[in-house]
């Protein structure tokens, strides 16, 4: 097994029906033992005392023991010991950086698929997949969507259970050229320094995606054979809003499995982060949603040496001062992911903050829901005190705007009749696009009376001579479903959460995460519940972060990424037939 996984050898894969038998028994008297435990933590085990805040009979954040898969298949042991060897680190440094090394870089400004050649890169990347992985290539159902999306299928021996879908994207965002010579090691190099692997993708997200071809790839060569039937759904341009990718994958997938088809998703996302002198493990189970608006001024031309009173640019200058002015409500919707890590933290974490646990009693003490749909909304001031944490924290309960794009005057001698500008918002849960619109509505609203302009916000004109105009983006998202987090069942999130467990320790605890930003995922919403935006990897000595994504040396640990392998191979087999449909 050692031998064969950096070479082309292959191991010999053993079929035999007896043992099958007991890998399919073994399974059920663990499954059997995890939901037992769990049922006890759900009720309260009085043999079981927390030694943090918040001593409860029953803990508003239960743990999960670690979930190892049976252990009776020598092969499957053999896989597990030759990932913690050098040998297979060796081989998929090698693998990553090669992945690395090809630019796959996606612009805003491409064209169609087919047209565009700045595309064609990742034919080069589905050839280096090819020759890297053979035996996925081979044994696996591979389908192409829309030329460069990547579908490949592992069938599974029981139709019965939903599939599992993992995925990653292809794409990078480009590196720009006047920031190259700022870089450690050049950013397609994939160099390996003992330590990190640097380049533009080694964290987002060719990391995921190799460790996801090398978990199905080991697995093969063990000879497993998988219950539940196992995707890998590859996009190609989630880093400009996936439409081409996952926006064509997920629609095909949903006509094969049909809604709710799918048992769970595991994509990119939020990782582990030391709060309060805990580690947490956040898997991200929610999403904000998000708009883009953009505000048009029309105003007179002329010849500035005669000019009006206010030109264009002054006028939508005096909008966007009061848009800046005027912030969106800070508060935590119930269903939010917040309080729960919150809860968590309260539970766990040594150094969680006296004041904010208080507000937390009280807050799950209440039988008022913290709502802005009421006329005059309360603060909220649990929402307010974890504020304090700083950004970060604070708008994953907020609706952020930021003031991105401006553009108005050709010539310094002539007045601007047409000045424009974009502004992005990130949405709370709790909010909705509307939420925006009206705000922004309102607040143009008097603007346009005092210049005596006409006021056209999210109609059908999108501008007009003598007019402010505000219309949104076609990007336009609502809020994402929030996933179950149910740890009194053996719920994909509670088979998640004893996975995590089992790789790094029971010293980390699981809580719910939220994404500030978008996944591919958003094409995947009806096709199950259960979505994880999710990067398992984990390197308590480097770790800090996202490792500089999207910047000036982005970087990888190659520990990190080894747990990311060790965390899929438990994952895979945890979820073969362990979740209730």
């Not at 006409?454 to 109609?459: E, P, S």
């Not at 105009?469 to 994402?480: C, G, K």
């Amino acid at each position: 097994m050692e031998k064969s996984l950096p070479t082309t050898e292959r191991a010999t894969i053993e079929t035999a029906d007896s043992k099958t038998f007991i890998r399919s028994t073994t399974s059920k008297l663990v499954l059997l033992v995890f939901t037992l435990y769990l049922l006890v933590q759900s009720i309260g085990d009085p043999r079981h005392h927390h030694s943090r805040k918040h001593d409860n009979a029953k803990s508003s954040c239960l743990q999960p023991p670690p979930l190892f898969p049976p252990t009776t298949d020598e092969s499957l042991q053999r896989l597990w010991e030759y990932i913690g060897t050098e040998s297979f680190k060796s081989a998929s440094i090698i693998r990553h950086s090669g992945a690395v090394k090809i630019d796959t870089s996606s612009f805003d400004d491409m064209g169609p698929v087919g047209e565009d050649e700045r595309w064609d890169t990742r034919f080069a990347f589905h050839d280096y997949l090819a020759a890297t992985f053979p035996r996925i290539h081979q044994d696996l159902k591979l389908e192409k969507v829309n030329t460069f999306g990547l579908l490949y299928t592992w069938q599974g021996s029981d139709e019965s259970l939903k599939p599992l879908v993992l995925m990653s994207h292809q794409d990078v965002v480009p590196v720009p050229a006047s920031t190259v010579d700022a870089w450690t090691h050049p950013p397609f190099s994939g160099h390996y320094d003992g330590t990190f692997i640097w380049g533009r993708g080694s964290s987002d997200c060719k990391n995921q995606l190799i460790a996801g071809m090398e978990t199905v790839e080991l697995l093969l060569d063990a000879g497993y054979k998988p219950q539940r039937t196992i995707i890998l759904s590859f996009g190609f341009d989630e880093e400009i809003s996936g439409r081409e990718g996952a926006g064509t994958l997920a629609p095909f997938l949903i006509e094969r499995y049909g809604e709710n088809g799918v048992a769970a998703i595991v994509d990119e996302g939020a990782g582990f982060s030391k709060q309060w002198g805990q580690v947490f493990a956040l898997p991200g189970v929610a999403e904000k949603g998000y708009t883009d608006v953009f505000i048009t001024v029309r105003t007179p031309g002329g010849h500035s040496s005669i000019p009006t009173d206010h030109t264009s640019i002054g006028i939508l200058s005096e909008l966007l001062s009061k848009i800046e002015s005027v912030q969106y409500r800070t508060y935590l919707a119930d269903e939010s992911p917040m309080l729960g890590l919150m809860q968590c933290g309260a539970d766990h974490a040594p150094s969680f903050p006296s004041k904010l646990s208080k507000l937390l009693s009280k807050r799950s003490n209440s039988n008022t829901h913290s709502s802005p749909r009421t006329c005059k909304p309360k603060p909220d001031a649990l929402a307010l005190e974890a504020a304090k944490m700083g950004p970060p924290v604070k708008y994953l309960m907020q609706t952020s705007q930021a003031i991105d794009v401006i553009s108005g005057g050709v010539k310094v001698n002539a007045l601007p009749e047409r000045t424009t500008v974009t502004v992005n918002h990130r949405i709370n849960i709790g909010d909705t696009p509307a939420t925006v619109w009206d705000h922004l509505t309102a607040l143009a609203k008097p603007i346009a009376e005092k210049y005596n302009l006409t006021l056209h916000a999210f109609d059908d004109v999108k501008e007009a001579p003598l007019s402010i105009s505000l219309y949104a983006s076609p990007n336009t998202l609502e809020v994402a479903p929030v996933t179950p987090t149910d740890m009194t069942t053996v719920s994909p999130y509670a088979v998640l959460a004893g996975t995590t467990r089992a790789v790094y320790g029971e010293d980390v605890v699981v809580a719910p995460g939220m994404m500030t930003g978008n996944t591919d995922t958003r094409y995947y919403w009806p096709i199950t519940k259960h979505i994880f935006r999710f990067g398992p990897g984990y390197d308590p000595e480097t770790d800090s972060g996202l490792g500089n994504i999207h910047t000036v040396d982005e970087k990888i640990s190659v520990a990190n990424h080894v747990g990311m392998v060790k965390w899929f191979v438990l994952f895979v087999q945890n979820m073969d037939g362990a979740v209730s449909e």
